[in-house]
């Protein structure tokens, strides 16, 4: 008996040692968040060796990737410079020099022409030349795509993080399939986790015909943190869809489990869609090895010139330097000077952006934010709870959407800017995600955009301090380990 408690205490001391270094990498080696290091501590600590085999899986920090900082030099090396100096060099050159010098000219509010210079210092530069427009629902959306669609004659490309095997996702690969049958350049670019069900025949003939998918980082173990949450379309240079929108029936808003969907997307006509093109071309090159496509003016025509919505299409992820979307949310909320309405399904925010919601509403500004009440990820649900708890004390208004599921990641101060795009309020999208948003300085489409987040209030609960000091203690213990995790979400 003495022998076998000896050979125990043995593997448990060897197992102590082991976790106590394993600990260290992350506290040594990672430079992280403190609070992502100390919920990591905490995994490794109390659940030794399988806690370290979910950190290789989901805790890595993405900066230490190789591949991604390979990719972000290669992308400013010959990316950047060809969009920004060899196509269309002129004008865009005169533009930004204009712009530049007549700083606080833009709008009447200086720290937009301040909140350009934050994306132009990461490479995301002012357009000029834009034609926006709006869609709150998946009908209008999908039937738009396909129309313009069927009008393509050079190529089209598709970034989804999901496209499902269902009726809409099946409708539009027939479409494209006519397409590429046509001899137009098809291209499809989905996410190898997000669809990761996808039937491997799915796309069979879509192939025949011609078509080309490609999926991004598929079914590597270690590395399941980094998606590409992005959604994109750009038709023949001359139209291109961003937004919140993926492929798929509940998108449609036909899915009982999700009732009526509502998120927001937008199609531009203009000089931004150069940035997504550029954003598509970099993806794609990325993942499809032996299908890369070479730059030309073949996919940057030409356009137009006209008065329209000054817009950045801004990117960020593992393989960019900075939080470029994340940056953009967080110098939004702390320069607004009126108001910041929010809508977003997951809400689990940095130190920086939670500060910045909390001192804006202390300051007097009405800062309102809209979430699902019927959520599809309860976890993240409670731990959104948990910080909203805090901000509804500083004066923050949060509302909870009754009307099926909202899906929409908009963010809008003072009736003068506005961001649409894939990237949630949340540590993950800021970390994590590979993420594309529109930063538009305009009058016009947030006005549009903050008259439709008033109606959206007319379909939500408003969540007061009253209630939520009513909760349930199980909800309290909900919210409390989902608090304590949070910055692993």
Not at 17 to 34: A, D, H, K, Q, T
Not at 146 to 160: P, S
Request: glycine share 8%.
């Amino acid at each position: 008996m003495g022998g076998v408690l000896s050979w125990i205490t043995l593997i448990a001391l060897i197992v102590l040692v082991v976790n106590v270094i394993l600990s260290g990498l992350v506290v040594f080696f990672e430079r992280r968040n403190p609070a992502s290091t100390w919920a990591w501590l905490l995994v490794l600590l109390f659940i030794p060796i399988l806690g370290f085999i979910v950190y290789m899986i989901f805790g890595r920090n993405s900066k230490r990737e190789k591949m991604f900082r390979e990719k972000e030099k290669y992308d400013q090396e010959v990316y950047y410079k060809y969009l920004f100096h060899d196509v269309h060099s002129a004008e865009k050159v005169k533009q930004q020099k204009e712009f530049i010098e007549n700083k606080g000219k833009l709008v009447d509010a200086e720290y937009v022409t301040d909140l350009a210079h934050l994306h132009l210092n990461s490479g995301n530069w002012m357009t000029f030349n834009n034609q926006v427009e709006y869609f709150n629902n998946g009908k209008d959306k999908f039937e738009s795509l396909v129309q313009d669609i069927r009008n393509a004659k050079k190529f089209i490309h598709l970034e989804y993080y999901i496209w499902r095997g269902d009726r809409l996702g099946t409708r539009l690969v027939e479409e494209l399939t006519k397409k590429a049958a046509e001899g137009v350049e098809v291209r499809i670019l989905y996410d190898g986790i997000g669809n990761a069900r996808l039937p491997k025949y799915f796309f069979d003939k879509f192939h025949d015909a011609g078509g080309y998918t490609a999926a991004f980082l598929p079914r590597f173990v270690v590395r399941l943190n980094y998606r590409n949450h992005r959604k994109l379309a750009i038709i023949d240079g001359e139209i291109g869809y961003i937004g919140g929108f993926n492929v798929g029936d509940e998108y449609l808003g036909i899915v009982k489990r999700y009732g009526p969907w509502r998120d927001t997307h937008l199609r531009f006509r203009g000089d931004a869609i150069d940035q997504m093109q550029m954003r598509f071309i970099k993806d794609w090159n990325f993942t499809a090895k032996n299908g890369i496509i070479q730059l030309s003016e073949k996919y940057f025509p030409k356009r137009p010139q006209f008065d329209g919505v000054r817009t950045q299409i801004v990117s960020s992820g593992p393989d960019t330097q900075w939080k470029n979307v994340r940056n953009g949310y967080f110098k939004m909320i702390n320069e607004a000077e009126s108001h910041v309405y929010l809508t977003t399904p997951y809400f689990v925010p940095d130190d920086g952006i939670f500060e910045a919601l909390r001192v804006a509403a202390l300051s007097g500004l009405d800062v309102r934010i809209i979430i699902p009440g019927n959520p599809d990820h309860f976890f993240v649900y409670w731990a959104s709870m948990s910080y909203l708890g805090e901000l509804l004390e500083a004066g923050v208004k949060v509302y909870q959407y009754e009307k099926g599921f909202i899906h929409a990641k908009v963010l809008t101060i003072d009736g003068t800017v506005a961001s649409v795009g894939s990237a949630n309020m949340d540590i993950r999208s800021f970390d994590l995600n590979f993420e594309v948003n529109a930063f538009m300085y305009d009058e016009v489409i947030t006005k549009v955009l903050e008259d439709d987040f008033m109606n959206d209030l007319r379909c939500c609960v408003e969540i007061t301090k009253e209630w939520y000091h009513r909760r349930r203690w199980w909800f309290k213990v909900h919210e409390a380990i989902a608090r304590l995790i949070s910055p692993m979400l």
